[in-house]
Structure formats: structure tokens, C-alpha cells
């Protein structure tokens, strides 16, 4: 893949993989894969939401190439940590369909989904992004689930059965403990980048909404942290992780985001959490948070 294009066979049955050029201008092209025929576990209950996978023809590549090209860019924004994780877990894209608008009238392609497996280590799973900085986010989200996944190969962080019974404000359903600690880690993640974000915006616009991301994130980590600390099920390593999760929502703090932000974010996690407690908590007994 010398020329950031595909890779090279003479055998005639040989049909190239696409690459995008390397995040850092020295580094190696990274696989787009379009072809791959057992790219995409179908049906995958991890993923239910997850459009299918693209076949990209030539311009659909060069959306790709022009994105990705300023995403190294935007990630910066968020710590040069950002980048560096990225160069060292990435290793293979995967292109989805746009996922449908969001009406069931509406037959425009509109939004974005994203996914990591956790057998395919450094293979991320992404509709065409719509822009650099919504791409470096969708990259902190989903490295955040293939570094954690990697660490629950490595240790025991808790003991709790895949009963799903917790809230948390970004899904409509009970999560598992499991994937509660999963979603903490990436959200927190989110609320940390674009803090930063936030922090280094020249422009008042772009300034403001990375201020309103980051209180979303953040009031939606704390309506679940109380489960995750209260937790019986935690090793003492696990205690330790979540412990350090606290301490980076609590270290927030010292660059709060404007008030009206944070107001607002708050009363969208009350709004859903009163909108789950009626739907699942009976079923429940009562909203695990």
C-alpha cells in the first residue's frame, strides 16, 4: 500500500483494497475495507442499530479522503493523546450505509453509526462521517470500547451477571453492568475531548457547541457513576478503575462549561430518566442509577 491507494497483486483474480493515507503524514495508509465479505457480523446483538455494510465507488472514497484527511486535525483539539491512540489502535476502517433519517416517512440518509468488534481488535466500524471533528469524536468513542475491551481480556475489573437492569442516558434500554462501564468510559471520554474542545475554539459558534456536547456527556456520566461506585460486584482492580473514573468527572470541574449548558443537560437526563423509569421500572422493581 506504498501509494496510499491499495494493495498490489499481479494474480489476475486480485482486486485491490482501497486505503486511506495515514493519520500522521509518516505513517502508513489504513485499510478501507469495502470488500471483505465477512466484514460485518449480521444480526450481532451488540449491534443491532448498525446499518449495513458500503460499497464505496470512486467519489464515495474521495468523501472519505477529504474527511479523514482533516480529522488528525481535529482530534489534536482534544489532546495530542488523542492522536497518538489513534495511530496506535487503528487499524482497519470499515465503511457502513447511512443509517435512515430519522422519521419513518423520511427517506433521506441523515446521522451516522459507528461500532468496534470485540474479536477484531483495531477494526472500526463507521457510516461516512459528515465532518472532521464529528469523525475524531466517533474515534474516541469506539477506541475508548476497544481499549476497555482489551483490559477485560487482561483482568477481572468485576463479577456482575449480564443482567439488564440499569439505566443509563444514552440508551432507551437496561443495560447490563457491563455495558454500563462500557458506555461511562466512552462518554467520559466524549466529555473530555470536547472540553478541550472547547477550551482551544477560536470561533464563539463553534465554541458554544462544543460546550453544549461536553455537558451532555458529562451530566449523562454522572447520572450513572452511582451505580458503577455502589457496585458489590467490583475486583479491587475494578474499584480502582471506576475510582479513576471519578476522579476525571470530578477534575471537569475546573473548566465548567457555561451555566445555560449545563442546565440544559441536566434536564435532558431528568427527562430521560423519567421517560425509562415509566417505561422499565416496574418491570425493574426500580431504576438502578
Do not use: N
Given at each position: 500500500m506504498a501509494d496510499g491507494v491499495g494493495?498490489?497483486?499481479?494474480?489476475?483474480?486480485?482486486?485491490p483494497a482501497r486505503a486511506l493515507p495515514g493519520l500522521l503524514p509518516e505513517?502508513?495508509?489504513?485499510?478501507l475495507d469495502d470488500q471483505d465479505p465477512y466484514r460485518v457480523a449480521h444480526a450481532a446483538p451488540r449491534h443491532p442499530g448498525l446499518s449495513g455494510p458500503a460499497v464505496l465507488d470512486g467519489a464515495a472514497h474521495e468523501q472519505w479522503s477529504r474527511t479523514w484527511s482533516k480529522t488528525a486535525d481535529a482530534l489534536r483539539l482534544g489532546g495530542e493523546q488523542r492522536v497518538a491512540e489513534a495511530v496506535a489502535l487503528l487499524r482497519c476502517l470499515v465503511p457502513l450505509?447511512?443509517?435512515?433519517?430519522?422519521?419513518p416517512?423520511?427517506?433521506?440518509?441523515?446521522?451516522?453509526?459507528?461500532?468496534?468488534?470485540?474479536?477484531?481488535?483495531g477494526a472500526l466500524l463507521s457510516s461516512r462521517p459528515p465532518t472532521p471533528v464529528t469523525f475524531a469524536a466517533t474515534l474516541v468513542h469506539e477506541?475508548?470500547?476497544?481499549?476497555?475491551?482489551?483490559?477485560?481480556?487482561m483482568l477481572v475489573l468485576h463479577r456482575a451477571g449480564p443482567r439488564k437492569r440499569y439505566f443509563a442516558p444514552w440508551r432507551p434500554d437496561p443495560r447490563p453492568?457491563?455495558?454500563?462501564?462500557?458506555?461511562?468510559?466512552s462518554h467520559l471520554a466524549l466529555a473530555d475531548f470536547f472540553q478541550r474542545c472547547a477550551l482551544r475554539a477560536e470561533r464563539p459558534a463553534h465554541r458554544a457547541a462544543a460546550w453544549a456536547r461536553h455537558a451532555r456527556y458529562r451530566a449523562q456520566v454522572a447520572a450513572a457513576l452511582p451505580a458503577l461506585v455502589g457496585s458489590p460486584d467490583l475486583t479491587e482492580r475494578g474499584r480502582r478503575f471506576v475510582d479513576h473514573l471519578v476522579a476525571t468527572h470530578e477534575r471537569m470541574a475546573e473548566h465548567?462549561?457555561?451555566r445555560e449548558h449545563v442546565v440544559r443537560a441536566e434536564a435532558q437526563v431528568t427527562a430521560?430518566?423519567?421517560l425509562w423509569t415509566r417505561r422499565h421500572g416496574a418491570a425493574l422493581g426500580r431504576p438502578h442509577h
Open positions: 494493495a498490489w497483486s499481479p494474480a489476475p483474480a486480485w482486486t505513517g502508513p495508509p489504513l485499510p450505509a447511512q443509517p435512515p433519517g430519522p422519521g416517512d423520511d427517506a433521506r440518509e441523515t446521522g451516522s453509526c459507528s461500532g468496534t468488534r470485540r474479536e477484531a481488535f477506541l475508548q470500547h476497544t481499549k476497555l475491551s482489551a483490559l477485560g481480556d453492568y457491563d455495558g454500563l462501564v462500557q458506555g461511562v468510559y465548567p462549561a457555561p430521560v430518566r423519567d
